[in-house]
Structure formats: C-alpha cells, structure tokens
C-alpha cells in the first residue's frame, strides 16, 4: 500500500450532464464577469463600455469535489456564453500551469477553440462535442466560444498544477480570435487593429 492510503476524498461516481453543463456532486463555482478579465481583450475601449453597460457574465467554471491539491485529478466544466467584445470572441483568461503538467478538455457543447501558446509557437484545436482537446505540459491556453451558443467543455487536470494567470498578461497567447463575416479569423496578438 502507498503512503498515499489515506485520500482526502473517496473513490467516487461523479455524474455530468453534458446538455446543463453540471456536475453532481459539485464543489466551488467560480463566475468570471466581464471586469474579471482586465487588461485581456484588444480593445479596451469596448472592454470598459461592457463593464459599464451591466457587466455581463463571460464564463463560469463549475468544479468536482476534488481538490485541487497534488497527486489529485480535479475536474470542472467551463460553459462560456456566446458574444464579442470589440470584435474579439468570448473568452476564458487563459492561463499557464507554473508546474508544468498536461491537461485534457472533451468538448460537451456548443462549438469553440482551444487556443495554446509556448512562448513561441501557437496553436489552435477547434472544439466540438466529443472532441478531446490535449494540452501538452508547458503550452499556456485559452478557450474560446466561436459559435452562436454556449460553449461547454470538460476539464481534467493534475491538482498540483497551479494557474498563473500573469503570464498570460505578459506573453499573450500568440494570436486572438476574431468574428469575421460568418465564421473567425486571427490576428497576432499583440497587433494593432
Ligand atoms: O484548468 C483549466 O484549464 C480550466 O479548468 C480553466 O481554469 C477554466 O476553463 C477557466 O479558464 P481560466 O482559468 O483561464 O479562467
Ligand atoms: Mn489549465
């Protein structure tokens, strides 16, 4: 027996329901409104002019009763409403796992992106229901609603990763998703438009 016999929680069923996006049991809900994501859309005028205008929720992040601590494998669905701001699709805040680890996301509704960046290069995988998105350790990302519904996903990750949320304000992502006509376009992150 491992020295690890004595869990902080219990081997357990954890049920998801892939249309409402929750699951059950459930742990910390965390809500993100437009202010939460200063200093990370393009154009901040139209940025202040949201928050000023009702503040709207952006995305909300519902977690397993799985702590996020190491050696365990916490999950949470992120639903991330359908929108633009300045022309910029809806999106999470993105962020790198100052412990570098993998993590995995299964497309649960709607359809978006998944946008990584490693300092260097940059990468887009489009999301769908019953896609597994894979995030190598190392590879910042995003997630982004591209489409005209929310946007669900599925996150599994290890508990000991971390979130740093202030690479992201200095290194940006790589590029940023635009809503061009119908469909997306991108555009160097730190590009003027
Ligand atoms: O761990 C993950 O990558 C996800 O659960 C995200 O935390 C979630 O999608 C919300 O994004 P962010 O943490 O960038 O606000
Ligand atoms: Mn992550």
Known sequence: MSDYSALPVPPMSIRFDQAAGTLSPAGPTLTRRMSDLEGLFRDQNSWRTAVADGDPIVYSVVSS?????????PQSITT???????????MTKGHQHPNHQGEIYLGMSGNG?????????????????????????????????????????????????????????????????????????????????
């Open 65 to 73: 009763p799985v702590p996020e601590i190491d050696r365990e494998l």
């Open 80 to 90: 991330i409403h359908p929108g633009t701001t300045g022309g910029e699709f809806w």
């Open 113 to 193: 992106g998944l946008l990584m960046f490693d300092g260097k290069d940059t990468r887009w995988v489009d999301m769908a229901p019953g896609t597994i998105g894979y995030i190598p350790p190392g590879w910042a990302h995003r997630s982004v609603n591209v489409g005209s519904e929310p946007y669900s996903f599925l996150a599994v990750y290890p508990g000991g990763a971390g979130h740093d949320y202030s690479w992201v304000l200095e290194n940006g992502l790589g590029q940023r998703v635009w809503r061009q006509d119908d469909g997306l376009a991108f555009v160097d992150y730190f590009a003027e438009v």
